[in-house]
């Protein structure tokens, strides 16, 4: 059974940060793509930021450059390093995990068979 559970999530002023960890249980964690998603209020989900199994990472524009994903292939997790952060950025954040994504594949939400049950981020102004 695969599991993945995030946790970090919080309330942060803005300009601030918060790391956000996923840890993976259930399946062949290297092979996986694992990125982030979130969901604001109202908005559909969004990709925000992925590491492939070959380590090549992807970013939503809105957060390059403020962002950091990484991973842990012998414990098991992804982190997402958030800096700088707006209020723009308040939603829950989602792990997921898909089978060997790259490219355009692994910042499309339909191509992740695996999701966590979300952390809640709150940036205030």
């Known amino acids: 059974q695969v599991q993945l559970v995030e946790s970090g999530g919080g309330l942060v002023q803005a300009g601030g940060s918060l790391r956000l960890s996923c840890a993976a249980s259930?399946?062949?964690?290297?092979?996986?793509?694992m990125g982030w998603f979130r969901q604001a209020p109202g908005k559909e989900r969004e990709f925000v930021a992925a590491?492939?199994?070959?380590?090549?990472?992807y970013y939503a524009d809105s957060v390059k450059g403020r962002f950091t994903i990484s991973r842990d292939n012998a414990k098991n997790t992804v982190t997402l390093q958030m800096n700088s952060l707006k209020p723009e950025d308040t939603a829950v954040y989602y792990c997921?995990?898909?089978?060997?994504?790259?490219?355009?594949?692994?910042?499309?939400?339909?191509?992740?068979?695996?999701w966590g049950q979300g952390t809640q981020v709150t940036v205030s102004s």
């Open positions: 590491i492939s199994w070959t380590i090549s990472t």
């Open positions: 259930g399946l062949t964690f290297r092979s996986y793509t």
């Open positions: 997921a995990g898909g089978s060997t994504l790259s490219g355009g594949a692994a910042r499309s939400l339909n191509e992740y068979d695996y």
